[in-house]
């Protein structure tokens, strides 16, 4: 009988534990945040949107309520460097900026279409006020946008939905794409290389974020008359690109850029390319700005990674999600985009602010 | 007289580890169903439990299966790969039939579910075939199984997602008389299972090869030929629920379904399932999955983190076995 109760105890101290874990998360990463709080802000209003969100502020001031409005965050992925950065940049200004305004519930998606399904169920039985998404799949998530039209949930996603009730504080994977691709040709064209070989590293295929990024880069290469030599996955992993990347380098005598769709990957390829005595000279690209990267480049190994700004993107969902739970008329803002980086070593003011955005978070090192 | 005294304090004891052992399930998901409801108020919403219920379907279906494997005393680890191609195989079918061949919906919808299934069907027997004629060990052959037909469902799309996929996606999303379809297709399976395991003689020799298999080879039970049959009924159940996976989805994707059989074999073990073989119950393993359902769901009105979530099912499935062995180990020394 002991041996019985100590079960259902044990049962119960799990549950209980991981219930305190999920608190002590939030306030750590808060903690980690607070430090230079200042200054990310300041980094973040230098940017268009965030002069558009102060304008937003001061609509808001007359419609506050007072009243605390649940949101539910559906975090993409947390197993992800770049995701779970921007998971943590949401709690963070929740409880430093809306503390009293809005209570934020953050659910991991682990990645998973139909656990965001289930997780964006679950925020709709919880009767949040809104929900903000970082959205896995537009289009399978589209009923449960109408469903929420349906029950008068705001919904606010970073991708384009098919359905007239969300708003997009949107971060398009195609303007990476197209991005990393004029980056590659404005790099190619300088150098005058003949016959370059360009590799590209693709994101886990299948992956709407990876077929994007892969497609329109090679869209904006074609255009320019240059030619991927060789394209394969290492599943957004860098063990896996460290494989890669030493059977690229067995394959090619000579390589002169490496495209990459994301950071983890390419911080991969920087690894293999220096121990194999062949950084000095490749163009080595990707997106995130992840803290890595962003060292990376300040230590002139990567040569360039895309910075979404977190600061502002999570601001400008945080502000319209509490404008339109209070009433507030944002029907012009159906559509906003989060301003994006270009960090190289050549533009020192906006390394400094990605180095700057990362000490403040704790992860630069 | 003190050997007797010993023998009742034994008989006792094993009394009790059997009666723990038979009831904790549901013990267990009482103590979780009550600790939920006062945890989250929104818990015990009637849209809720309905929630749970959708979410928890896909993952039976494919567990009712796996529950008959284990107990026969071998597994499958290719259910969520093979509910990915035949999934998306079943709506490419689909659309084709619709679009191009101007096929009435509800015909082409009908088609599309049963190629996915007669595609898990195939599979299923590929499997069945190693294991049984080439005595591979089931762990490896699924294993190859899991990644070969992946890399399949992967190469059938092109990589890509497939989108617009039609009013065949009523099957994942639309209700009857309230309740969803893929429950209630569950609770179908569920009948169908329970009466395949308990009352047909298939389902006693289940239990027989799994309790002993040598002993069943000797009483001139064809262990292969239920076995094939195991696998055959495994892939049908993988290719349903990977038609009803991306109506739910309504999209194809070919990334769909990862780790479902992980979710699946942690509600048959939960359940009771030995996993040394001829001990289980469709009955179990329900209660096992709904148990995995309420966690995920709790977890996820509490906005507790994954990783605390992915430990504790880790928890769950070694406390479950280890009450299973201990459970052996008494029988053997009483």
């Not at chain 2, 430990?311 to 076995?321: E, N, Q, T, W």
Request: overall charge negative.
């Amino acid at each position: 009988m002991k041996k019985f109760l100590s079960l259902v105890l044990a049962a119960v101290m799990v549950l209980s534990l991981a219930a305190c874990g999920g608190g002590k998360k939030d306030g750590a990463a808060d903690a980690g945040g607070t430090t230079k709080a200042a200054e990310t802000t300041k980094a973040a209003e230098t940017t268009k949107a965030a002069e558009s969100k102060t304008e937003s502020k001061e609509t808001t001031a007359a419609a506050d309520s007072g009243k605390t409005f649940k949101i539910g965050f559906a975090a993409k992925g947390l197993s992800d460097a770049f995701t779970s950065m921007e998971a943590s940049e949401y709690m963070r200004q929740a409880k430093e900026n809306w503390a009293g305004k809005l209570e934020v519930l953050q659910v991991d998606c682990e990645f998973d279409t139909n656990k965001q399904i289930e997780v964006l169920e679950n925020f709709i039985a919880q009767d949040v006020d809104a929900i903000i998404c970082q959205t896995d799949d537009p289009e399978a998530i589209l009923p449960i946008v109408e469903e929420c039209k349906a029950k008068g949930i705001h919904f606010i996603n970073d991708l384009a939905v098919d359905c007239d009730w969300a708003y997009e504080v949107e971060s398009d994977p195609q303007d990476d794409g197209q991005l990393l691709g004029e980056y590659a040709v404005k790099w190619l064209d300088e150098k005058k290389i003949e016959n370059p070989t360009i590799l590209f590293m693709q994101g886990e295929v299948g992956n709407q974020h990876a077929n994007a990024r892969e497609k329109y880069c090679k869209e904006k290469l074609e255009a320019a008359g240059y030619t991927v030599t060789d394209t394969n996955t290492a599943n957004w992993q860098r063990d896996e690109a460290i494989a890669l990347m030493e059977n690229w380098c067995q394959v090619y005598d000579k390589i002169d850029a490496v495209i990459c769709a994301n950071d983890e990957m390419s911080l991969g390829v920087v690894q293999v390319l220096e121990q194999e005595g062949r950084l000095d000279g490749t163009m080595v690209i990707s997106v995130d700005a992840l803290a890595g990267a962003v060292k990376s480049v300040a230590d002139g190994k990567l040569t360039m990674t895309i910075g979404k700004d977190i600061v502002a993107g999570c601001d400008m969902s945080l502000q319209l999600a509490y404008d339109l739970c209070s009433g507030v008329d944002r029907s012009a803002d159906k559509l906003q985009k989060v301003p994006k980086d270009i960090i190289t070593l050549d533009d020192q003011e906006t390394l400094q602010k990605w180095i700057d955005i990362h000490t403040a978070a704790g992860t630069y090192q | 007289m003190n050997k007797t005294v010993d023998m009742k304090a034994n008989k006792k004891t094993h009394i009790i580890q059997t009666i723990f052992k038979k009831y904790m399930i549901y013990i267990l998901f009482i103590a979780i169903f009550a600790i939920s409801s006062f945890a989250s108020p929104a818990f015990l919403k009637v849209s809720n439990l309905v929630n749970i219920l959708r979410q928890t379907a896909i993952y039976a279906i494919i567990a009712f299966p796996i529950t008959m494997l284990i107990i026969s005393g071998v597994t499958d680890l290719s259910p969520g790969s093979v509910a990915a191609f035949t999934g998306v195989a079943g709506i490419v079918a689909y659309v084709d039939l619709t679009t191009k061949m101007g096929v009435n919906a509800v015909l082409a919808g009908l088609l599309a579910v049963a190629y996915s299934i007669l595609l898990g069907i195939i599979i299923g027997f590929v499997n069945g075939i190693i294991i049984t004629r080439f005595k591979v060990p089931a762990f490896m052959a699924t294993l190859a199984m899991m990644t070969s037909i992946r890399g399949a469902a992967l190469l059938y799309t092109g990589g890509n997602v497939i989108y617009q996929i039609g009013d065949i996606a009523v099957l994942g999303k639309g209700s009857i008389i309230g309740i969803p379809i893929p429950v209630l297709i569950m609770l179908i399976l569920f009948v169908f299972f329970t009466i395949l395991l308990k009352k047909t003689m298939y389902g006693r020799y289940i239990y027989a090869i799994g309790g002993n298999e040598e002993a069943a080879v000797a009483s001139g039970i064809n262990v292969n030929k239920i076995r094939m049959i195991s696998y055959i009924v495994q892939g049908a159940m993988g290719g349903l629920a990977g038609i009803l996976l991306m109506c739910r989805l309504n999209t194809g994707q070919p990334t769909a379904g990862e780790g479902y059989e992980f979710d699946a074999i942690t509600g048959a073990v939960l359940g009771g399932t030995s996993f040394t073989g001829g001990e289980g119950t469709m009955f179990g393993t329900l209660v096992g999955i709904l148990i995995v359902g309420m966690i995920n769901n709790i977890f996820n009105l509490l906005s507790v983190q994954s990783y605390y979530h992915q430990i504790l099912k880790g928890v769950l499935i070694v406390v479950a076995v280890i009450i299973d062995m201990r459970g052996k180990n008494s029988k053997v020394t009483a």
